[in-house]
């Protein structure tokens, strides 16, 4: 059975180096003033499409919890989850289950977090290469179930690029 509809997976904004932003490890490294603009603009990119998530799910390092922070502040109904594989070298197979666990019957979900994740679940969507994840990009998919197998559409590639 397959509950959700729509899956975003959006990279973090730019960060800054470890040694730029004060921090102890790459885990705790913060957004950039560029990387900030670049989740806005993303997450304004989707509200013009529509796009209202139910949830939204994070890796735990703090350049994606940022960046969830921003979207959310676009779409504060949404539910906000963290989910640690999607900091891991987990399969792309096995964090797009952790994903599907983590939002159980949400239908709308935004993801937020690293690549190679977030190209590797793109290519095995779409059956193909991904698309280039740069920094803030974001991947919108409509699934469908039809004949007993999961099928995605790419419905919208953005890249914040001008920013």
Same mark, same amino acid.
């Given at each position: #059975? /397959?509950? #959700?509809?729509?899956?975003?997976? #959006? &990279?973090?904004?730019?960060?800054?180096?470890?040694?730029?932003?004060?921090?102890?490890?790459?885990?705790?490294?913060?957004?950039?003033?560029?990387?900030?603009?670049?989740?806005? !603009?993303?997450? +304004?990119?989707?509200?013009? /499409?529509?796009?209202?998530?139910?949830?939204?799910?994070?890796?735990?390092? /703090?350049?994606? %919890?940022?960046?969830?922070? /921003?979207?959310?502040? %676009?779409?504060?109904?949404?539910?906000?989850?963290? *989910?640690?594989?999607?900091?891991?070298?987990?399969?792309?197979?096995?964090?797009?289950?952790?994903?599907?666990?983590?939002?159980? *019957?949400?239908?709308? %979900?935004?993801?937020?977090? =690293?690549?190679?994740? #977030? +190209? +590797?679940?793109?290519?095995?969507?779409?059956?193909?290469?991904?698309?280039? @994840? =740069?920094?803030?990009?974001? !991947?919108?998919? &409509?699934?469908?179930?039809?004949?007993? &197998?999961?099928?995605?559409?790419?419905?919208? @590639? @953005?890249?914040? *690029? &001008?920013?």
């Amino acid at each position: #059975m /397959l509950f #959700m509809r729509e899956l975003v997976l #959006m &990279r973090h904004g730019e960060a800054l180096s470890v040694r730029e932003s004060g921090a102890e490890s790459d885990a705790d490294r913060r957004l950039s003033p560029r990387g900030k603009d670049q989740a806005s !603009a993303s997450a +304004g990119r989707l509200k013009a /499409l529509g796009f209202v998530p139910d949830v939204i799910i994070s890796s735990p390092l /703090l350049r994606a %919890v940022e960046t969830a922070d /921003l979207a959310a502040a %676009v779409f504060p109904s949404a539910v906000r989850l963290r *989910e640690p594989a999607l900091a891991s070298d987990a399969s792309p197979e096995a964090i797009l289950e952790a994903l599907r666990s983590a939002a159980g *019957e949400a239908p709308s %979900v935004l993801v937020t977090g =690293h690549q190679p994740a #977030m +190209g +590797g679940m793109s290519g095995l969507l779409l059956n193909s290469p991904p698309p280039p @994840f =740069h920094t803030g990009s974001f !991947a919108y998919f &409509r699934l469908a179930e039809a004949a007993g &197998r999961h099928a995605a559409e790419l419905a919208e @590639f @953005f890249t914040p *690029e &001008r920013i």
